[in-house]
């Protein structure tokens, strides 16, 4: 008996029947008008060689005139059961073009399309080994002069950046450009990683010492190694930094420690890089074809200079370098700053004794841990998420199949129930004069994130040392001077200190690209992180993607890897796609590659 099919699955395959139809016979004007008014198109990698956002039909009209031809999508195929709620139909499906295997994702009113996912997930001919396809390791039987996996490791190891460019160089070895090196080396792309401390994870085990991930583990595994089923929750700086050292180890990574790169530049006759490193103090050259910047969203640490801070007689130090509150018990402590980690080193400075201030210069957007857990994460990342099914996988291409238009509207409701149900929690900060916000438009966390990286503290403990007063709060103030001896406001008064933190974030990826390469390709490329919502720090024209990352930008052969755990996941596989389609000669046209409306 043949299985019965719900309404919603029937609806879901009608539509995406009707849509490869008319894609197979390039009846442009008909695929256009499967879709609504207000209709969103995001796609990563797939049909744009790019990762893009096009939005009604004109612009899906435009998409569709300029890569139909190459791309030749077909076998559009539902991929499980499709559901239905409140008046929207929604369901997955896998599909293939010229070059490519993709997985989409589909919501639907009254029959029409709303929004639509589309994403590659491999490309033929060159699919990762894995499953019934993964290699033998071993060739039985009797062969002179055989080479070890030891030996081979040993001679790619001793050959790569040597006698033997690689295709790829990632500057950064943190999980940015550990990720993006194991997706590469699953595709054969041979890449170096460079990493400037001594061991990989340093870039973690180097932070103050009380610091431990504030996202939960469901959000933050790597490629291929998810964390095991007993990993904590929240896990601690040093337990990342090892974990990945191993990783490094167990995926057969070319990292190299103790690497700096001292400049670079793009050889338009050559169209390679030439990249000066200095590796274990002697200089090596490498010319590889793509340069990789994996510095994460912040570049490199923005330390304000104050009148008179080269007066100060105590200690001053940015938050990157701080090293705990164990040595400042009985001290005064200034920390400017008001997000993640001015509260995390607050609340360890008082832990050990001292007396702290925080300086607030600016309104902060502040999420209880466990509401933020159980609202904004709960559905997609948990153990109740995986037991009802959704995969890690599947949460990451649910939450990218949100376009950014319309994504502070699905944030919206979840911090206004945040608002309410922690209401004594807010109110109490705000009596002790913290100032507050959700966002300009009151959408929280995430947008804020997108939109600008900062601003925001998912609360594990500090708070309540503010509200209590433990922690010492001047609000709406701004520095104009140090002392020898404390930090002067612009309210009239002093803080004596004897330590002042930093507490106040990382320049631009951008920063990085002028710094190693040049100001010209600099703003060149422009602006890197945020969309042009048109809030604060993220100016408008609205872009509808996070600039510059994970795609093409205006300088050959030069891109942009970072964000937190889950972003360098999840996108990392649609970046090392683009390279290794590169590498192979099959990549197509970049479709609306991003212009550059701001330069840093």
Known sequence: MDAIVSQPSLTVTGWLDRFGAALERRDI??????????????????????????????????????????????HFIIEGEANEADGV??????????????????????????????????????????????????AHGVQPGRKSWLDERQEEAATLGITQQPYCVIIGGGQGGIALGARLRRLGVPSIILEKNERAGDSWRKRYKSLCLHDPVWYDHLPYLPFPDH???????????????????????????????????????????????????APITLRPQHLVLATGVSGFPNVPRYPGHETFLGEQHHSSRHPGGEAYAGKRAVVIGSNNSAHDICAGLWEHGADVTMVQRSSTHIARSDTLMELAL????????????????????????????????FQKPVYAEMKRRDADFYARLERAGFMLDFGDDESGLFMKYLRRGSGYYIDVGASELVANGSIKLKPGVSVTAITPHAVALSDGSELPADLIVYATGYGSMNGWAAKLISQEVADKV????GFGSDTTKDPGPFEGELRNMWKPTQQEGLWFHGGNLHQSRHYSLYL??????????IAGAVYGRQPVYHRA
């Open 29 to 74: 004007a008909g695929a256009a008008a499967l879709f609504a008014a207000e209709c969103y198109w995001r796609d990563l990698v797939s049909f744009t060689w790019n990762i893009k956002t096009v939005e009604g039909r004109d612009q899906i009209t435009d998409m569709l005139s300029a890569v139909l031809a190459d791309i030749a999508p077909r």
């Open 231 to 281: 990993w904590p929750v929240f896990s601690p700086k040093d337990k990342i930094g090892d974990w990945l050292e191993s990783y490094v180890k167990i995926m057969e990574l070319n990292y190299w420690t103790h690497s700096e790169a001292q400049s670079a530049r793009y050889d338009e006759a050559t169209g390679t890089w030439v990249i000066e490193v200095l590796r274990n103090g």
């Open 378 to 409: 709960g559905g997609l990342y948990s153990e109740q998420a995986l037991a009802s099914g959704i995969t890690t996988d599947k949460a990451d291409l649910i939450f990218a199949s949100i376009p950014y238009r319309i994504m502070a509207g």
């Open 89 to 138: 139909t929604e369901g997955w499906f896998t599909f293939e073009t010229a070059t490519a295997r993709g997985r989409g994702h589909i919501r639907l009113q009254a029959g029409l399309c709303w929004t639509l996912l589309t994403t590659m997930t491999e490309l033929k001919g060159f699919e990762e080994p894995h499953g019934a396809t993964r290699p033998m390791g071993a």
């Open 526 to 529: 422009g602006k890197c992180w």
């Open 576 to 585: 090392a796609l683009q390279l290794k389609a590169r590498m192979e000669g």
